[in-house]
């Protein structure tokens, strides 16, 4: 925002002139391109901004007020444009994070289940193996197979508090 200044009654009258006399102007310029609630706001600002001018000096009224305005809206496009660019520099260092935190508290848990369930478990979820093709593997039958998986599912489910 800024800072507000106390205005002689001259100086008062005078921008309460211009805004009786351009505020709708400028608000309806403005509108179709921000939107109404924002040219709400940016007319606002432009008539506090213009203040500390001598109306008596400004020559072009709807020119200088647009110019104004037109500043004003630049000005927010860049802050915006700065936020968005902070925003998506940060978030693929917190979407990577998570992701490798997950990965490796996986890779704990496999590491400590115990062997039997474990060598089911990776060669059907990173080997891709069917349960049949992990029985002629192992030289185990099918059913002793989905019993380990299951044990193995258990583990991990306990271990990752799911």
């Not at 309806?28 to 213009?50: C, F, N, S």
Request: proline share 4%; charged share 25%; net charge positive.
């Amino acid at each position: 925002m800024t800072d507000t200044k106390q205005l002689g009654v001259e100086a008062q009258d005078g921008i309460n002139r211009l805004y009786r006399r351009y505020a709708v102007w400028l608000d309806r310029r403005l509108r179709p391109h921000i939107g109404a609630d924002a040219a709400a706001d940016v007319v606002q600002e432009t008539y506090l901004r213009a203040a500390p001018y001598a109306v008596s000096d400004i020559r072009h009224p709807k020119a200088f007020l647009l110019q104004i305005a037109l500043n004003l809206v630049r000005d927010e496009s860049r802050r915006e444009g700065r936020r968005r660019q902070s925003q998506a520099l940060q978030r693929p260092a917190e979407a990577e994070a998570a992701p490798q935190f997950d990965q490796v508290l996986l890779e704990q848990v496999i590491r400590s289940m115990p062997q039997l369930y474990r060598d089911v478990f990776v060669l059907n979820r990173f080997g891709g193996m069917t349960y049949p093709e992990i029985s002629v593997s192992l030289e185990i039958s099918v059913k002793t197979v989905e019993w380990r998986m299951s044990r193995a599912l258990q583990y991990c489910a306990s271990r990752l508090d799911l």
